[in-house]
């Protein structure tokens, strides 16, 4: 049996649009759509945007005013992560909405911090500013530093309501 040198750098806990653990879950499927306006990345929330007559739903990246449907999951179709780090419209897209899900901090997170996503950035924040989106039956799982990828435990309740900017 050889023995391994400890590694000198902690490895990574995870990526956005990945799930922290195999705790209890859920997800749905939809399509990417409206992706022109707003890009759809990784660990993004999002929004329905529209329900065809065969049942499948389209989702677009959330925006003032819209209710909150879920953060996307990974793309794991995709041979290699930076093939792919957003989706184009139609793309089959896989939606969380419960469960604990990697997202990006845009500044240092504490646990049981709410979030809050502000859409110039892409990132997730543990406080509401100019912009941010609150995001109902969210909150930071771990804390975390910016830029790092930190666990986001969200549970999306059935009729939620539209979210407002903050101003």
């Not at 845009?106 to 912009?131: E, H, I, L, R, W």
């Not at 804390?143 to 990828?149: E, I, L, M, S, V």
């Amino acid at each position: 049996m050889a023995l391994m040198p400890a590694p000198k750098t902690k490895p990574v806990a995870g990526l956005p649009g990945q799930f922290q653990n195999m705790e209890e879950w859920n997800a749905f499927t939809a399509f990417a759509s409206d992706t022109a306006t707003k890009a759809i990345g990784f660990g993004h929330p999002v929004s329905v945007n529209g329900q065809a007559g065969d049942g499948t739903a389209t989702v677009k990246a959330l925006a003032d005013g819209e209710v909150f449907a879920g953060i996307t999951r990974e793309n794991i179709t995709t041979g290699n992560r930076d093939d792919q780090t957003v989706y184009a419209d139609n793309d089959v897209i896989g939606v969380a909405d419960e469960g604990v899900i990697f997202v990006l901090a845009g500044g240092d997170v504490t646990k049981g911090q709410p979030a809050f996503f502000n859409p110039a950035d892409n990132k997730f924040y543990g406080a509401s500013a100019t912009g941010y989106l609150p995001l109902p039956n969210c909150e930071f799982d771990q804390g975390g530093a910016a830029d790092q990828a930190v666990p986001l435990r969200l549970r999306i309740v059935p009729g939620g309501t539209a979210v407002t900017a903050a101003t």
